[in-house]
């Protein structure tokens, strides 16, 4: 189906920093997901986000739902060599439940 | 999070057979399942989403006939690829939802490796 516009592509960090990714659609959205894929699994759900402006966390985790409700980030703080993997927005707008529209991923590499 | 297994994770097969794959939703009813498809190094594709006791909806350009979807309770649906050729390999994944829970908190399960030869 149709993809958003995730940025970047992939992000090559060192152990400890911070990492930032987002993701923009021409189209407005009710729900803003964020998910994690290892290599050969399905992808994990980390983030779910329900309200324009909310602002979420979940451990090293934030993600924000934007104001105008076609866009989200989603921050890691201090990353580990775990936080390796690809991660994937995904946005559900109301007149199509349950279906959700992808971002391309952003693939993130941490080295030690 | 809501568990979903599939079965299996990983099948090779000759060309010409079909494959059945099951997407389990282990602890919650889901009245909706999707599957999707995977290329390596791509997003997630939607293919169908499955309705518990009615037929399966198609994106567009997904063949009804090739992949064979059936929901037959609210904790199994079925993808069957037929007649399944070398361009049929790909990573197939499964989500479950239910409209008694968050209609927005999306699970998936393992995803299926087919390997069609």
């Known amino acids: 189906g149709q993809q958003l516009n995730q940025s970047p592509q992939s992000m090559f960090i060192q152990e400890g920093e911070d990492v930032s990714m987002n993701c923009t659609s021409s189209?407005?959205?009710?729900?803003w997901l964020w998910y994690k894929q290892d290599p050969g699994e399905g992808p994990v759900l980390l983030i779910a986000?329900?309200?324009?402006?909310e602002l979420t966390s979940n451990g090293r985790l934030t993600a924000q739902f934007g104001i105008t409700r076609k866009d989200s980030f989603l921050n890691i703080s201090a990353s580990i060599p775990s936080d390796v993997g690809i991660y994937f927005c995904?946005?559900?707008?109301?007149?199509?439940?349950?279906?959700?529209?992808f971002g391309a991923g952003t693939q993130v590499v941490v080295t030690p | 999070g809501a568990v979903v297994s599939q079965h299996p994770s990983r099948v090779i097969c000759k060309s010409g057979t079909s494959v059945k794959i099951e997407c389990r939703s282990l602890?919650?009813?889901?009245?909706?399942m999707f599957w999707y498809r995977q290329f390596p190094k791509k997003s997630l594709m939607l293919m169908a989403t499955?309705?518990?006791?009615?037929?399966?909806?198609?994106e567009q350009g997904v063949e009804k006939d090739k992949f064979l979807i059936n929901h037959a309770s609210l904790t199994l649906s079925t993808l069957t690829v037929t007649s399944a050729h070398p361009e049929d390999s790909s990573f197939y994944i499964c989500?479950?939802?239910?409209?008694?829970?968050?209609?927005?908190?999306?699970?998936f399960g393992p995803g299926t490796r087919l390997t069609v030869t």
């Open positions: 989500s479950a939802g239910s409209r008694d829970r968050s209609s927005y908190e999306q699970y």
């Open positions: 189209s407005i959205f009710n729900t």
């Open positions: 986000l329900y309200k324009a402006g």
């Open positions: 995904a946005g559900q707008t109301t007149d199509s439940w349950g279906k959700l529209q």
């Open positions: 602890d919650f009813q889901a009245t909706t």
């Open positions: 499955s309705n518990e006791g009615s037929k399966a909806t198609y």
